[in-house]
């Protein structure tokens, strides 16, 4: 995959990440023939992983109803689709907790629009172009009742708030002209209770869509629902006849979107899909477009669960991530936990997995990490492990927001640009992760620690090695940290990409002190070229 250097961030200096001269090159033994057997067999990995567009990129998660305001003209002309009980709202109103509905099913906030559609979000693309994204993930946007959409009417209809097909295949082509893919949220083991498949199978026992749904009067509802939940009624996944319309079938639902332009799905619950008919649904996208990702919303520990999909959303690593910053674990503990999960996962499938630090389901990144160290530790973490960070909208503006549906705001347009120091932050990281790819791409290994959280991710070559060190503590922290990287000379320096200090090798240790609170993303700055060079036959 071509990694872009994202316009926002061409301008800015990245310290210690200059590029090579010729004859620094040359002294670094850019020939194989410096390589070592061990670096020629994992130049090879790095570049099958760097050609696989799956591994590792940045996934720019988007809520198209809050995303971005349509027009005022395209905004009158749908007006009549927000009737009472819908309620379109102002951009500048906040999302509150309403009242459930019986008459209709879902809450009342859930039948609240701010009215941002598919062609609103294609003319702000440059946004997430610029910030850095390789990817665009959409809530769902098939016809649905509710403004989240995960009651689906219908599959292979866009939702008329959001636009057409047509609209779809226009930002599908969009979002490929700028070098990203697209990514679409599957809404597959349940429907919602206004869909017409459901409500004929409910009215007539003769109905072929009968077979598609649970419906028995041992349930509370009388049908068998998504926890419980009335208006989101369970298909039966069991049955071959769901099966061919979901994803078996040549003109299957999961077949058409892709044909039309997605180049992968992020299934919703996917654990409820179970890990054989999950292999069959993400087989069939692979048979359909080739190199398609598959994601699945998984909460569990990820390790069974790939390759039944190529990658999950890896809220197991979010939780270590979050109580190492709360100190519910310590640093060195994490650091045990994520060696495991690596060695358990594969590295390879780790690549593929989602880093999520704040979606759709969860309070936003200010809100779950109030104070700014934890933010800065906690994205830090998200760029430099394995995985793809998951960018929640919003998070460029500092947006807050607790339960639903409080995380799910209106984008701040105002405050998503540079100066502020969410943005400039968000900003910063990404350029490190598009400049560094081992951080995209590269091998990971736990560095030894007693309190500090501490890896390194390398690829074939010694001067694009990266340490992570962490200190999540209120105190300093002193330590003695192998870097076990036997091509690091000894009085090099390594420097901090986030500012720009140094740090002194000494035999391949690192003897520390790590200020309270604080994360050091820590690279080898190579000699000047006129000077000598001990890394001169290393590779």
Known sequence: MIRRIPPLLAALTLTGCTSMTTTQQHRLGESMNWASPRDRELAQIIEQREADWRCGPVVYHVFVDRFAPPSAERLEAKRGLFQPPRKLMAWSDTPARGRRLPDVGPWSHELEFWGGDLISLRENLDHIENIGADVVYLNPIHAAYTNHKYDAQDFAAVSPEYGTREDFIALA???????????????FNHMGKTSPAFQEALADETSPYRAWFDIDERYRHGYRAWFDAANLPELSLERPEVRAYIY????AVVRQWLRDGADGWRLDVAYDYGPRLLAELTEAAHETKRGSWVVGEIWNYPE??????????????RRIITWTIQGKCGGAHAGDMIERMVDDVGIDNLLRCW???DNHDTPRLATEYPNEWERRIAQALQFTLPGSPLVYYGVEAGMTGGGDPEMRGPMQWDDATPGNPEFDRLALLMQIRSENR??????????DAEHLLAFQRRTDKVEETIFVVVNPTAKPV????????????????????????????RSGLLDVTVPPQTVWILRPTMPDEDRYSPYKRVH
């Open 173 to 187: 082509e969009a979002i490929h002209d700028r070098s990203m893919r697209l990514m679409l949220d599957g809404v």
């Open 248 to 251: 078996a079938d040549d003109d």
């Open 304 to 317: 069974e669960w790939i390759p039944a999909c190529d990658g999950v959303m890896n809220f197991h690593l």
């Open 355 to 357: 880093i999520v630090l």
């Open 438 to 447: 081992a951080l995209r791409v590269g091998e990971y290994r736990a560095l």
């Open 478 to 505: 002193h330590e003695i940290i192998s870097l076990r990287a036997s091509k690091l000379m000894n009085f090099s320096p390594l420097r901090d990409l986030l500012t720009g200090e140094d740090v002194e090798i």
